[in-house]
């Protein structure tokens, strides 16, 4: 029986995927502290937030959730990246920071409740912004 530190940290996971319009996973290894940072305060800029998880607790949150397994997402360390609102804003901040920045790797994500690759993800990243489509 987990204890209640699990039980809250799952709950807590599962909460920011049943509230994410979108969440893109990435790779993280090799950012120092002041990358991390700054990646940090480029995603908040965009309504969104990125958050550590164990790969573990996560797939056990998809999984009662009834979201998509990632599989192969979830190798190694990973960071994700949950958006609020228009999730092609929070893509086009990361796509640019990994340009910046080569140990930064983007691994796929979910959107709509849909699993997608990371080429998709940069596909998304090149799409017009919400505001510049309504325009």
Do not use: C, H
């Not at 002041?34 to 996560?58: C, G, H, M, P």
């Amino acid at each position: 029986m987990p204890n209640a530190e699990k039980a809250a940290t799952l709950k807590k996971i599962q909460k920011d995927f049943a509230n994410a319009d979108a969440v893109w996973v990435v790779d993280y290894r090799g950012l120092s502290v002041k990358q991390s940072e700054r990646l940090r305060t480029a995603v908040r800029a965009q309504d969104a937030s990125l958050k550590i998880y164990k790969n573990s607790f996560t797939e056990i949150a998809l999984r009662e959730l009834g979201l998509p397994e990632m599989g192969d997402i979830l190798e190694g360390p990973s960071a994700f990246i949950f958006a609020n609102g228009d999730p092609v804003s929070s893509a086009k901040v990361l796509k640019a920071f990994a340009k910046e920045n080569d140990k930064l790797q983007i691994k796929g994500g979910l959107l709509s409740k849909e699993l997608v690759t990371a080429d998709q993800v940069k596909a998304i990243a090149d799409l017009p912004s919400r505001e510049d489509l309504i325009a």
